[in-house]
C-alpha cells in the first residue's frame, strides 16, 4: 500500500493550471494531464474525484495563495490611499511572479464550473472592510463595486497585461511597467475615487 | 489501482463505458454495497472513470458487479 506523494500531486497541479491556461477547460483532460506529469491517469484519480473536482481544487488553492499574497502588510482600517498602493503592489507582485496563476484566475473569474461559495472569506472580508472604512472616513466615494473595482483595479491588471505580453499598441514599442508608471496612474485612480 | 490512505480506506479507480443513461441502473447496485463509502463517475473525460472509496480493495467483486450488469469495467494500473 501506498501513501499520498504531495510532490506528485503538485505537479499533477502545476501541469493541470498549464494545460487550461494554454488550452482551456477543454484542452485539459486526464489522460493529456498524466502524460504531462509522467503519472498514470489512476493516479490522478487518487487525489481527484473527477475533473470538476480537479478544476475546483486548483481554483480554491490559487484563490488562498492570492489572498495571502494580497493581504501582505495590508491594514483594511488604513488611510484609502495608502492601502490602495499596498494592494496594488502586492497584487503586481503575485501578478509578476504567478503569470500562468493569474490568467487561469481570470478564466475562473467567471466560469460556472466554479463553486465560490466554498472560497476563502480572508480576501473578501478584508476588502469589504477597507471600502466600508474609506467610505465613512470620507476618504472615497461610495459606488456600486463593479464600478468601484473597474477604476481601483482595471487599470493596474491592464497595465500588467501590457507588461507581461510584452506589447501595447500598433507601433509601439514593448511596454515595461515600472515604479514611476504605476504611481502615475494610481494618483489618477485616486483622483478619481476622491470624495 | 488501489491506494490507501488511512487505516480502511481503499480508491480503487477502473475505466469503464459507463454514460449518464447508465447511472440510473448502476445507482442502486453500487449503493447497495456496504464495503463501499462513496463512489462516482466522472463522466466528463474519454475513460468514465469510476472511482470507488471503499472499506476494502475489492477490486475483482466491483468488476464482477459491473459487468454482470452488461458494463465494461477494468481496473487502471498505476
Given at each position: 500500500m501506498r501513501t499520498r506523494d504531495v510532490n506528485k500531486e503538485i505537479l499533477i497541479r502545476e501541469k493541470a493550471i498549464e494545460m487550461i491556461v494554454s488550452?482551456?477547460?477543454?484542452?485539459?483532460s486526464m489522460h493529456k494531464l498524466a502524460k504531462a506529469a509522467a503519472v498514470s491517469v489512476a493516479t490522478i484519480y487518487i487525489y481527484f474525484k473527477d475533473r470538476e473536482d480537479l478544476i475546483q481544487q486548483l481554483y480554491t488553492e490559487e484563490f488562498e495563495k492570492m489572498t495571502l499574497a494580497t493581504l501582505?502588510?495590508?491594514?483594511?482600517?488604513?488611510?484609502f490611499d495608502e492601502g490602495l498602493k499596498v494592494q496594488w503592489m502586492n497584487r503586481l507582485k503575485y501578478c509578476l511572479e504567478n503569470p500562468l496563476s493569474m490568467t487561469f484566475m481570470e478564466q475562473m473569474k467567471?466560469?460556472?464550473?466554479?463553486?465560490?461559495?466554498?472560497?476563502?472569506r480572508r480576501f473578501i472580508d478584508a476588502m469589504t472592510r477597507f471600502v466600508h472604512t474609506a467610505i465613512s472616513r470620507n476618504e472615497l466615494i461610495p459606488l456600486p463595486i463593479e464600478i468601484y473595482w473597474s477604476v481601483a483595479f482595471a487599470p493596474l491588471y491592464q497595465l500588467v497585461k501590457f507588461h507581461i505580453s510584452g506589447t501595447s499598441m500598433p507601433g509601439r514599442p514593448p511596454f515595461i511597467l515600472d515604479e514611476v508608471q504605476i504611481d502615475q496612474t494610481l494618483s489618477l485612480v485616486l483622483k478619481a475615487l476622491k470624495p | 489501482m488501489q491506494t490507501q490512505f488511512q487505516e480502511n480506506k481503499h480508491v480503487l479507480v477502473f475505466k469503464t463505458n459507463l454514460h449518464h443513461r447508465d447511472m440510473k441502473k448502476i445507482e442502486p447496485v453500487l449503493n447497495?454495497?456496504?464495503?463501499?463509502i462513496r463512489w462516482n463517475v466522472?463522466?466528463?473525460?474519454?475513460?468514465?472513470v469510476l472511482r470507488i472509496e471503499s472499506h476494502v480493495p475489492h477490486t475483482d467483486h466491483v468488476i464482477a458487479i459491473l459487468t454482470s450488469e452488461g458494463f465494461l469495467c477494468e481496473e487502471l494500473i498505476d
Open positions: 488550452h482551456g477547460f477543454d484542452g485539459l501582505v502588510n495590508f491594514n483594511p482600517e488604513g488611510h467567471h466560469s460556472p464550473l466554479i463553486d465560490r461559495s466554498v472560497t476563502d | 447497495a454495497e456496504t464495503k463501499i466522472d463522466l466528463t473525460d474519454i475513460d468514465n
